[in-house]
Each structure stands twice: as C-alpha cells, then as structure tokens.
T-cell receptor, first 117, second 113 residues
C-alpha cells in the first residue's frame, strides 16, 4: 500500500478483555514502531521492530502488552486484561532504515482509538 | 533522560502572519529531529526531517532549523493560512539509534481567516 495502515480504526472493549491491534507498514520498510498517544499529549514510544525481532521494547508499560511481527511485515499489538487506563490512540510507524541518514524518516498510520469501558 | 518541550502550547494568529514554533530538547546528542503535523482525530504527517549534521530544511512555506549545541529547533511557517490549523509536534531521535522518537506535547495552531 501507499502508506501505513492500521485496523481497526476504533475499538471499544470492556475492562478485562483481550484486544489485538494490527499495523501494516509501508512495503519494504524494515523498521516498525508502536506508539501510544493520550489526549492532549505527544505520542509515547512502546516498541520498535527491526525485521522480525523486537530491537527495543523498553516502552511497553507492563507485561500485559505484547507485540509480534512474525514475517517482518505486518505487526500485531496485543493487550491482555485491558484496563481503563489503556484507553488511548495507538499509532504505528515505519521507516526504511533507522540507522541510515536519508532513510530514517518515520511515517505514521492513522491510529487505532482504543476505549476501555 | 531526553525530554522535549514545545512552546507555546497553543497559538492563534490571523491569516497571513509569519510564525515560529519552538522545540527544545535536553540532550544535544541526537540523531535527527522530525516535525509532524496532526489534524484532530488523525495520525501524524511528517513535515520535515533534519539530520544531526544539518542546520535547516525547507519545504514550501515551511522552514525548520536545528541548533544541536543549544538543544533547540524552530519551525517557521510563512504566510499562514487557515488550512495550517493543526497541532504541530516535534520529535527527536536519540543518538543510540534505537529508532524510537521522543515527542514534545505539541503546539496547537489556529489560523483565523
């Protein structure tokens, strides 16, 4: 596709439920990032994939959050036992090569708005 | 720990004005700095990216400058238009090259016709 896509665009769930959020990066981008944005705040980093592996997961808030990218393309962010405080917009971004000037610009998807009731 | 601050938090100007948005960061050892635009309820659109070796970048009516030594970047918007109304975010990419961006809280701009 031409840009980063994310599904669903909106997700409403109940406290304690499990959710999966999907990100489809720009074709050919090896790097994929997940961020979380609360109302009125800038996005906060969650996790970064280089290829299939999580190169930096230091932003995941706790062990209820997990992400995978099994084939080095599509990624899924998984949240177990959701809490009301997990409500936010979850943004995905991709880049060609974060370590190479000229190829490290990050391009963002439209986000998934998660509401936990 | 890198912290990014954007001032002002909100700005309202009449159409046609030139304006400057400010971004400061606490650790000058950055890899690059990226400016984004975010419309309400939407994702982020990349506007300009400045590599650490560069001093400025220009795209149309937008000009972004970078002064690493003082930990500052500015986004200059010339001849502002109502369509420029949005939230503008700056983000720094740390020198450790982990890939993660650290964002400021944004400046919400309103350009009045």
């Amino acid at each position: 596709g031409a840009g980063v896509s994310q599904t669903p665009s909106n997700k409403v769930t109940e406290k304690g439920k499990y959710v999966e959020l999907r990100c489809d990066p720009i074709s050919g981008h090896t790097a994929l990032y997940w961020y979380r944005q609360s109302l009125g705040q800038g996005p906060e980093f969650l996790i970064y994939f280089q290829g299939t592996g999580a190169a930096d997961d230091s932003g995941l808030p706790n062990d209820r959050f997990f992400a995978v990218r099994p084939e080095g393309s599509v990624s899924t962010l998984k949240i177990q036992r959701t809490e009301r405080g997990d409500s936010a917009v979850y943004l995905c971004a991709s880049s060609l090569n974060p370590g190479l000037a000229g190829y490290n610009e990050q391009f963002f998807g439209p986000g998934t708005r998660l509401t936990v009731l | 720990k890198q912290e990014v601050t954007q001032i002002p938090a909100a700005l309202s100007v009449p159409e046609g004005e030139n304006l400057v948005l400010n971004c400061s960061f606490t650790d000058s050892a950055i890899y690059n700095l990226q400016w984004f635009r975010q419309d309400p309820g939407k994702g982020l659109t990349s506007l300009l990216l400045i590599q650490s070796s560069q001093r400025e970048q220009t795209s149309g009516r937008l000009n972004a400058s970078l002064d690493k030594s003082s930990g500052r970047s500015t986004l200059y918007i010339a001849a502002s238009q109502p369509g420029d109304s949005a939230t503008y975010l700056c983000a720094v990419h740390g020198s450790s090259n982990t890939g993660k961006l650290i964002f400021g809280q944004g400046t919400t701009l309103q350009v009045k016709p």
